[in-house]
């Protein structure tokens, strides 16, 4: 494990003693951490003035009770959360998750990368992000509207246009997005379609929405992949889930001339050497809510039941499921198949010694903070759609999310050959994300 910087080993300390038993924000914090020691010494007024601290500690953490009836009449209690982490650039902004693995550590790991993640947009938008212990799978609509409904009548009060902007995550689809704003709308009495986004395009949705964490990450790999004089075109790729983001990774690797190989789901994985089927994909997971077996089923295509995904040849990887998937046994199979390119589709997939390992070996390596930010890049589109009472076609708002995420890239290799690490992604995007917020913060005084 890398050493810190003298004035930031006390500072990741107090993360660990403050945050008692919350591994997934350590492991945050560190990793940005580990890439601000030549920001503090070619800029000790960060440190002087304890801007990185404040910065590791959120403006506001809210817990709260989600009670509700099952179908069977049955009272179910859930636990709701929302980390307002940083407000410097703008509102706070970021998903909500609903999955049975969530608790108050995961919710701050997400809101603090969400910090750099909307700061390398551009775009004025601070970071946070929500959830909840519910797990929505198995659930009837009723279940899932009811439970909404209640998560809502707490949560409104913490949120609107100007304050908060909540957006999907694991678990919160289009369906949970209009639960949740149907009853803020009936709550407040007031049509703010700014407060939320990733809506449907018939009630304040913005298009290429649901398309864009998928598609701005292979916008961002194949920026890293021309850096080098290379492409796309041809290039054999595993995507590991098969959710959202992992469906539009697969169809846009497949539009610019990829042939994605193998996804996978918890239960296994699927291995299509002729290149998945993506609209067959669609149709079993969104349309059936099906699960990756049915697909192979219904494609004739391999299935390993328990399967790792990473074991699949390849030369680029797209983990785009959930934190910490890709791990040391992982990296090494990529490296072993020949693998060229990371690029991380979910937040923070990759545990710290996998990308040590593939680093090491000459992978390059994208990090979730600039390669995924095309999702809440595009909602940011969407908040200014709404604000103007506007509606963009497809094709002007793909290409606004190309810009972005050419923009990004561009920022991250620029401010990694100006602090001495050239072609280092990771030092990029943290070192870029961190110094705008931080001059954010120092402007405003002491917050």
């Given at each position: 494990m890398p050493e810190l910087h003298p004035k930031l080993s006390p500072v990741f300390d107090e993360v660990v003693a403050r945050n008692p038993g919350e591994a997934e924000f350590h492991q945050a914090a560190r990793e940005v951490l580990e890439s601000l020691g030549?920001?503090?010494s070619k800029h000790p007024e960060y440190a002087d003035a304890e801007v990185i601290r404040r910065l590791c500690e959120p403006e506001r953490q809210v817990i709260f009770r989600v009670p509700w009836t099952d179908d069977a009449g049955r009272v179910q209690l859930n636990r709701g959360f929302r980390v307002e982490f940083n407000s410097a650039l703008g509102p706070y902004k970021g998903g909500l998750r609903f999955h049975p693995s969530v608790y108050l550590g995961i919710v701050k790991f997400l809101g603090f990368e969400q910090i750099f993640k909307n700061s390398l947009t551009g775009l004025p938008i601070g970071g946070?992000?929500?959830?909840?212990?519910?797990?929505?799978?198995?659930?009837?609509?009723?279940?899932?509207?009811?439970?909404?409904?209640s998560f809502m009548t707490e949560l409104y009060r913490h949120i609107g246009e100007h304050t908060d902007v909540p957006a999907g995550d694991t678990?919160?689809?289009?369906?949970?997005i209009g639960y949740l704003f149907g009853q803020y709308k009936r709550i407040t009495n007031r049509y703010e379609s700014g407060t939320f986004t990733g809506k449907g395009l018939s009630w304040g949705g913005s298009r290429v929405r649901t398309e864009a964490t998928g598609y701005g990450l292979v916008f961002f790999a194949e920026r890293v992949l021309a850096a080098s004089g290379e492409s796309l075109e041809g290039r054999s790729v595993v995507v590991s889930g098969s959710g959202n983001v992992a469906i539009?990774?697969?169809?846009?690797?497949?539009?610019?001339?990829?042939?994605?190989?193998?996804?996978?789901?918890?239960?296994?994985?699927?291995v299509d050497e002729t290149g998945i089927d993506v609209e067959l994909l669609k149709t079993v997971k969104n349309g059936h809510r099906g699960r990756i077996v049915d697909y192979a089923e219904a494609r004739g295509a391999r299935y390993?039941?328990?399967?790792?995904?990473?074991?699949?040849?390849?030369?680029?990887?797209?983990?785009c499921a959930t934190q910490n998937e890709l791990r040391t046994e992982g990296a090494a199979s990529l490296v072993r198949n020949g693998c060229v390119l990371v690029a991380e589709g979910a937040n923070m997939p990759t545990s710290p010694d996998a990308i040590r390992l593939l680093r090491d070996n000459g992978v390059a390596f994208a990090p979730g903070k600039a390669a995924n930010a095309g999702g809440v890049a595009t909602?940011?589109?969407?908040?200014?759609?709404?604000?103007?009472?506007?509606?963009?076609?497809?094709?002007?708002?793909?290409?606004?999310?190309?810009?972005?995420?050419?923009?990004?890239h561009d920022r991250c290799l620029a401010t990694a050959d100006e602090y001495g690490s050239p072609g280092d992604y990771v030092a990029g995007a943290n070192i870029a994300g961190f110094t705008?917020?931080?001059?954010?913060?120092?402007?405003?005084?002491v917050i």
């Open positions: 030549p920001v503090v946070g992000k929500g959830g909840s212990d519910f797990d929505p799978k198995g659930r009837s609509a009723g279940e899932v509207m009811r439970f909404c409904q678990g919160v689809g289009q369906r949970e539009h990774a697969i169809e846009k690797v497949q539009q610019l001339g990829g042939r994605v190989v193998a996804c996978s789901d918890s239960d296994g994985v699927v390993v039941r328990g399967g790792d995904v990473w074991t699949v040849p390849c030369e680029i990887a797209l983990p909602s940011a589109l969407e908040m200014q759609q709404n604000a103007s009472r506007d509606s963009w076609g497809f094709e002007h708002t793909e290409e606004r999310l190309a810009e972005i995420m050419a923009s990004i705008k917020v931080a001059d954010a913060m120092l402007a405003l005084g």
